[in-house]
């Protein structure tokens, strides 16, 4: 059975930093690209980060370029985003899933987790 679990979400004040992490299991996940997507309350997905299957090639989002780090851990079927200087803009829901594709839905044939919330508030 496929399995990702993200972990690492919570209440951070502005500015601060969180370091999400997504557990893999039931796939070969160092043969994967792997993303990072988020929603916020009202809003559509919003792609955030890639990597590609062997880690060394990351790509981001305008919104998150130099204050995310996008990073993998193959010997641990891991996935991590390193989330610096976070605004309330950054508050969502941040789910792992498989692939690339950066117009993400739930129904785009990706392995996808359940999600972390994020939280950014004084």
């Known amino acids: 059975e496929v399995q990702l679990v993200e972990s690492g979400g919570g209440l951070v004040q502005p500015g601060g930093s969180l370091r999400l992490s997504c557990a893999a299991s039931g796939f070969t996940f160092s043969s994967y690209f792997m993303r990072w997507v988020r929603q916020a309350p009202g809003k559509e997905l919003e792609w955030v980060s890639a990597i590609n299957s062997g880690g060394g090639t990351t790509y981001y989002g305008d919104s998150v370029k130099g204050r995310f780090t996008i990073s993998r851990d193959n010997a641990k079927n891991t996935l991590y985003l390193q989330m610096n200087s976070l605004t309330t803009e950054d508050a969502a829901r941040y789910y792992c899933?498989?692939?690339?594709?950066?117009?993400?839905?739930?129904?785009?044939?990706?392995?996808w987790g359940q999600g972390t919330q994020v939280t950014v508030s004084s």
């Open positions: 899933a498989t692939g690339y594709n950066r117009r993400p839905t739930f129904q785009d044939g990706a392995y």
